[in-house]
C-alpha cells in the first residue's frame, strides 16, 4: 500500500541516537517515570512507536524536543542527533532545531493550532522563523506547502482560521506547517488518531510521500499495532516506560516478546480461528 | 508516623483515613477530614480561617474584650494618642478606639450575616428553580437576574437607603437586594448539570414532587459553590456597608460603625490620625481574612474553576 | 463541539459548515437586552422614588417648599394618576432625559448631570488606563511563573486591592502625600487660582487644558488628578491582573502552545504573541466591566477628593435629601453601567473568530 521502505545503509552514522533515556515527574503523590530506559538509533528510515496509554511513548516523543513540561526531568546516557548533544545544547541552538530540523505533527488539530490567528499566518510564521524571508515569500512557499499535502484551495484555506475547517484538512496545515522548513526529523504523535477512517488513509499518504521525498526520518507514535506495521520500516513496542520490543515491520509476526505476541493476538482477524478473541495477560515482571 | 503516637488520636485518624468506610458517618466524616487537609496545606487560607474567627470571637465576646464602653463620651480624655491605657486611642468624644473597633465588629459581623442569609437563598430559589422547570420560567427569571445583575450596588443601595431612610437595616436590606443574582447564576447552572440525569428521572417516578426533588437532591449540590461565592463576596460586602456608613446611612451614631467612625475622624486626620486609620485597618483585615478565606475553600471544593 | 456530524459533512469537501456571519444580529439583540435592562432599573428608581417615600412629593420638592410649590409639583407628578399610567409618564420622561429639577441648584437634573459628569468620566479613564497598562503586563508575568516570587508578589497586591476600602485609602493617601509629603495636589480639580482660565470643550480638563495650550493649567490638573486615578486605577489592577493571570494560566496549558514551541518560537513571541492574543478576547470584557465598577467606586473617591463629579453630586443630592437628583444620577449611572455590562458581552462576541 505505501512506498517500499529506504534500506538503512547510507549513513554510518544515524541520524538520531538515543541511549537510556529516562523523563521522570516529581508531583506530590510521588516520583512518576514516564520514560525508563529508552534506546534506539534512527537513520533515514520510518520508526513506529506503538504502545498503550501510559506506556510513555508521547512522553518520549515530547523529550526528543525537550519539551517535556515541567515539572518533568529528561536524563539520558545518548541523546544525540545529528552530532549535536540535545541535553547540553543551548537554548538558542534547540530552538533553531526546534521547527528547522526537528519537527512534530500533533494529535488534534482542533487544539493544536492556534484559533484567533489564520492558518496562512501560523504557517508563514513557522517559515519565517528559520528563514529570513519577506512576507509576500513566505506566503508564495506557504502556498506551495498547501498544494504540496493536496489541499485544494490553498488561498482560501490560507485566509480561514482552524474552526474553519475540517479535521483532516486541519491535520495536513498541520504538516504543511511542520515540513515548511525542511526538517530532516519528524515526530509525529499519534497524528490520525483523531481523524475518521477514511480521512486517516488520506493523511498517511501524505505524510509518507513527504517524508519520502524528502528522505527524512520519521518517528511514528500511536496505539494502533496494525497502522504502524503497514506504514513503518522498524516498530519499537513500549510497555510501562521501557521497550519491550524491537522488531522489523516486516517480520512482525515472528514476535518474541510475549507482551508483543499478546498484542498481535488481541486482535480481530477475519480469517482467525479463534472461539474468542484473547485477552492479553500482563506479566508485572515486565513493569520492573 | 510521629514518635509516640497518641493511642486515641492515630485510632481517630486511621477511622478517618479508612479506604473502606462502613457507615455512612465514617464515609462523610473521612471527606471531610480529606477536605480540611488540603484547606489546611495552604497557609493563607489557614490565615483567612484565623482572621474571621478571631472576628466571630470578638463580636461575640465584646463585653469581654473590650476594655470601656464604645458609647459613653468622656470629654476629659479626648483626642489621646494610642497608648497604654487606651490601646488605639481616644476619639473626639473620649471613647476608647479599642473598645469602639470590638463592638464594630458586631455590626460587621450583622450586617455580613444578614445579607447572606437573605441573598443566598433568595439566589437558590430562583436558580434552582429556573434551571428546573426550564422554558418560560427560566427565561423570565434569567432576564430577571441579568437585570439585577447589571445594577451597581452601591448606586441602588445609596438610592435606597435616600428613600428609606439611613439605618442599619435599611443598608442590609439595600445591600441583599443588589446581591443574590450572582448566587442564582450558579444555582442555575448546577441545576442545568443534573437535571436530565437518569437518578432525578428515577425518584421522580418513584412519584417525588419537584420541591422535594430541588430541596432534596438539587440543593445539596449547589452548596459548596454557593458557600465559596458567599465567602469571597463577604469582602465586598463588608466594603460596600463600610462605604455606607462613610456616608452616614449604615448604622447611627453613636454606634460604632467602622465607616461612620472614619468619616467622623477625617476632620482630624492631619493631627490625629488615628481616628480614621485603625478603623480602616480593621475592615481591611476583616476584607482580607474573607478574601483569603474565599480563595482557600475554592481551591479545596472547586478546583477547576480556581488558578 | 458536535465532531460527528461535522465531519461527515466536512469528508466530502473539507470544510465544516459555516454559519453565515450576523454581527447586525447580536448587535440587535443587545439593544433589546438594553432596553429591557433600562426598563427593569427605571422600575427600581420609579418604586424607589414613588412607592417607598411616605410622601413623594415632599421627596420632590424638599422640606422648605412653599404650599404652591408643592402643588405644582403634586400635580406634575401626577399622584392622582394610577400607579401605572404614573410609571408610563416616568418612563417617558426619563427616556428623553427629563428627570424632573434639583431642590438645591432648581436646575433641571439633566443639566447638573451633564455639567459634572466629565469630570467622574475623566478619573474612571485614567484609572482604567492606569489599571490596563500595569495589570496586563503583571498578570501575564504572574502566569508565566507561576509559584514562584513574581507570582505570589502580584496575587498579594492584587488581593490587597479588593480588601481595603477605597475611601479609607484615598485618605490615607492624602495624608501621606499630600499632608505630609507634598509630592500632589489635594482634594479638588484644581487650584482655585487656575479657575475658570481654560474653557470647558469636552468637560475634562486635561484635554480642555492641552487644546488651550495652557501648560501651569494642565500641570496643576495633573498633580491633581494624580492621586485619585492612581487609587481607582490600582483597584483596576487589581482585578484586570487577577483576570489575565487566570485567562493565561488557561492559554498556556494549551496544544497550540506547545506547537508553537515545537516551530522553534521564542518563548517571549509564545507568551506575548500567541497566548496573549488568546487571552486579549475575554479581557476586554473584563476591562469593559473594570471600567463600570470605577464608575461606581469614584462615588465614594470623589468625597474624599472633593471631586466634582457626578459621586460627589449624588451624595450631596443624598444628604440634601434632594431625590428627583439622587434618582436621575443613579439612572444616568446604572445606564452607563448596564451599557458597559452589555458592550463588553457584545464585544466578545464580535471579537472572537470562533464565535461569528
Redesign the interface.
Known sequence: MFSTPRAVNEMTAPLLSVRDLCVSFDTRKGLVEAVRGVSFDLGREKLGIVGESGSGKSQAGRALLRLTPPPGRVSAKVLNFDGIDLLSAPDRQLRDLRGGRISMVMQDPKYSLNPVMTVGRQITEAYRAHARASRAEAKTRALEMLDAVRIREPERVYRAYPHEVSGGMGQRIMIAMMLITGPDLLIADEPTSALDVTVQLQVLAILDDLVTQRGMGLIFISHDLNLVASFCDRILVMYGGRVMEEIAASELHQAQHPYTRGLLNCLPQIDARHAALPVLTRDPAWLL | MTDIPNASSSVLKTWLTSDIPQTHLQASCGRAYGAWLAFAANRLALLGLIIVGVLVAVAVFAPLVATSSPIFPDLQHRLLPPGADYWFGTDELGRDIYSRIVYGARLTLYVVVLVAIIAAPVGLLVGTSAGYFGGWVDRVLM??T???????????A???????GPGIENAVFAIAITSWPPYARIARAETLSIRRTDYIAAIRLQGASSGRIIWGHVVPLCTSSIIVRVTLDM?GII?TA??LG????GAQPPLPEW?AM?SSG?KF??DQ?WL??I??IA??VV??GF??LG?GLRDVLDPKSG? | MTSGSHNAAAGRTGWTRRRLPRPIGVVLGAVVTLGLTFLGLLTVTFFIGRVVPIDPVLAAVGDHASATAYERARVELGLNLPLWQQFLVYVKNAAVGDFGESVLTANPVFEDIKRVFPATLELATLGTILGVLFGIPMGVIAAVHKGRWPDQLVRVFGLLGYSVPVFWLGLIGLLLFYAKLDWVAGPGRLDIAYDYIVDPVTGMLLIDSLIAGEMEVFANACSHIALPAIILGYFSLAYISRMTRSFMLEQLGQEYITTARVKGLSETRVIWGHALGNVMVPLVTVIALSYASLLEGSVLTEIVFAWPGLGQYITNSLLQADMNAVLGGTVVVGTVFISLNLLSDLLYRLLDPRAK
Open positions: 432576564r430577571l441579568d437585570i439585577f445583575l447589571a445594577f451597581p450596588r452601591l448606586i441602588l445609596l438610592a435606597f437607603v435616600a428613600a428609606l469582602a466594603l463600610a462605604g462613610f456616608l452616614g446611612l465607616g472614619i477625617r486626620l492631619l490620625w480614621a486609620t478603623p480602616g475592615i481591611f476584607s482580607l478574601n483569603l480563595d488558578e
